[in-house]
């Protein structure tokens, strides 16, 4: 089939990527009757597709491209290639994303001014406020159908949830509930959740949000949107003027392509996109597009993570029903009394037994770890998630010798914990043990986190362009018609799941490229 969009056609706006930020720009974007090609770099997979298997799912939906990780924390030496779990398909990480979809807090947007300079963070302000966003929130919660808002029910609880609200409550917590939750709790157009539990490996029953079969399908139909699968992104190319003027992606047998453009919208996660940036440097950009500020690729942010799961004399199945469906939210707030600045959510979780047996403990063995492993149906688990602290040091650069397939360099993802990070899961540690305490667990397991999945920042939002990489409108400072659309733009992490931003942030941007092209400025 003839894609509906030339190569050289020049008075198109290119998306790249497709998930939470690309896909839902895209849609916004072809509704407004704004011509959009969104490039992909991964294939595209129909939701009944997808394979309710650990291990098979990750090999259908997980970016493989080799990456290399350095830095102080044992991910580096555990997952030396895999720093990072995104998806490499049509619709990004929000096929294989759990569906958590928080709104900031106030304070959040504004921690420097809140917490105060914390020595070894690079802290800053977002240029934004809670009430720029609310209007947006609005709008990105009925598209998501977020449960638990604008009059939608809220998720049934599961065995894992059951387990949890009771601990909570013992210890005195008051925000307990099955959260908010971007998953169908009744049939309309998607059907509802039908607790299948296989939430991280693609909802083969369209109930939670993605944007491969909601804003994609969408945007398709104005016959405004054509989406390439297949096309991996290698440059970003300019005019003599400076403004960014095409595309070059590799197609899915190595071809290179060249699609123009009039703007370019780059939503790659936080790896790909300033690695893009950064690949694109020229004589006019020597050290990479939109980095004047030096500040491309640095900041990195993937949550202050870790998990707690415990054992309970009697079967508990938490693998039955959605997986985060529960959460805690008491220690979300600031309270530097504990230790740290910043907060964390608690939030249901249930592994297979194969990622189980994988990230448990990486690399044990014995009595202990195989103990664990045989009261698999007997446990209990949750995912704790907090504000991590930005450092300039931890970065995404360019390999100096590895090449990918194209014979680009490959990234390398550095990461080290802020003493602030450490303090922060030691207390979260505490406390989810405390939460099975409570209900009478006979052991409890604090284990490390996985390769990250929430990963922020890199070409961070500033209102100064020395300070950061784009404006409150995710334009680039450098270069008018070229944006940064995915969390990426993140100027601090926030504790809570960073998908439904990202979705406002995306929306709210949309409307901003509408009124810059209809003012004739990009």
Wanted: charged share 20%.
């Amino acid at each position: 089939m003839a894609a509906p969009y030339e190569l050289s056609d020049d008075s198109v706006v290119v998306v790249i990527g497709s998930g939470a930020g690309g896909g839902t720009l895209g849609n916004e974007l072809a509704q407004k009757g704004i011509d959009t090609v969104i490039l992909e770099a991964g294939g595209r997979h129909e939701f009944t597709d997808f394979i309710n298997d650990e291990w098979g799912s990750f090999g259908q939906l997980a970016w493989l491209d080799n990456r290399t990780t350095s830095g102080d924390w044992r991910v580096s030496r555990d997952f030396p290639n895999l720093p990072a779990w995104i998806v490499k398909a049509v619709g990004g990480s929000t096929t294989h994303w759990a569906g958590a979809s928080l709104r900031f807090q106030e304070h959040e947007l504004r921690v420097l001014s809140e917490y105060g300079a914390v020595e070894g963070a690079n802290l800053l302000d977002w240029p934004i406020t809670l009430a720029d966003l609310e209007p947006y929130y609005d709008k990105a919660e009925k598209k998501m159908r977020v449960t638990r808002t604008h009059d939608l029910p809220g998720l049934p609880g599961n065995n894992n949830y059951k387990i949890m609200e009771a601990g909570a409550k013992k210890l005195g917590y008051k925000e307990v509930h099955t959260g908010r939750m971007a998953i169908n709790s009744v049939d309309d157009d998607r059907p509802m959740c039908q607790q299948s539990g296989f939430c991280f490996q693609g909802c083969k029953f369209s109930a939670k949000w993605s944007t491969l079969y909601t804003e994609i399908p969408e945007g398709e139909e104005t016959g405004k949107l054509e989406v390439r699968a297949n096309a991996h992104v290698l440059k970003i190319e300019h005019d003599d003027s400076g403004k960014v003027s095409g595309v070059v992606y590799a197609d899915k047998d190595g071809n290179q392509h060249r699609q123009a453009a009039r703007a370019v919208c780059v939503a790659g996660n936080s790896i790909e996109s300033p690695r893009m940036l950064l690949n694109s440097a020229s004589s006019q950009f020597p050290d990479g597009l939109a980095n004047s500020s030096g500040q491309v690729g640095k900041n990195y942010m993937r949550h202050m993570t870790g998990s707690v799961y415990a054992v309970f004399d009697k079967p508990v199945n938490f693998y039955r029903g959605t997986t985060m469906a529960g959460i805690i939210s008491d220690e979300a707030r600031n309270n530097p009394k504990r230790g740290f600045v910043g907060g964390y959510e608690m939030e249901t979780l249930a592994l297979g037994l194969p990622f189980m047996a994988a990230f448990l403990n990486p690399g044990a063995w014995g009595r202990e770890f195989t103990a664990a492993l045989d009261m698999y149906d007997h446990m209990a688990g949750m995912w704790i998630v907090g504000e991590d602290m930005p450092q300039e040091s931890n970065a995404i650069s360019l390999h100096d010798e590895l090449k990918d397939a194209h014979g680009m360099p490959i990234p390398n993802v550095h990461f080290t914990d802020h003493p602030n990070d450490v303090a922060m899961r030691n207390h979260a540690y505490g406390q989810g043990s405390a939460v099975y305490d409570a209900v009478g667990a006979t052991a409890t397991y604090p284990t490390p986190p996985y390769p990250s999945t929430h990963n922020l920042g890199t070409n961070r939002m500033s209102a100064k362009p020395e300070d950061g990489v784009v404006n409150k409108f995710g334009q680039t400072h450098d270069i008018a018609n070229l944006f940064i659309s995915d969390g990426s733009q993140f100027t601090t992490g926030a504790a809570e799941n960073p998908t439904l931003t990202i979705v406002t942030l995306a929306i709210r941007q949309a409307d901003y490229i509408a009124e810059q092209m209809s003012q004739g400025a990009i």
